[in-house]
């Protein structure tokens, strides 16, 4: 997905990520800004996931955001 478009929707979007990932904090999202590598990185402190798992939910996450016309 196009960064420029995640970062600059980002507001938007964190309750969407909020949603998806109930253990991230408002902290977390709010520095995060729509940063993928940052997120993934969260992820992985937060759930435990190794790095390969945390990048690909960020991509699936970015995936359906691009199949949602409400945030294209």
Do not use: C, H
Not at 32 to 44: F, S
């Amino acid at each position: 997905m196009n960064k420029d478009i995640i970062s600059g929707k980002w507001t938007q979007l964190k309750g969407k990520a909020q949603a998806t990932w109930g253990d991230l904090t408002d902290d977390d999202l709010q520095v995060a800004e729509g940063n993928a590598e940052y997120l993934a990185g969260r992820l992985q402190e937060r759930y435990g996931w190794a790095k390969d798992r945390a990048q690909e939910e960020v991509r699936r996450f970015e995936k359906a955001l691009m199949d949602d016309p409400d945030y294209r």
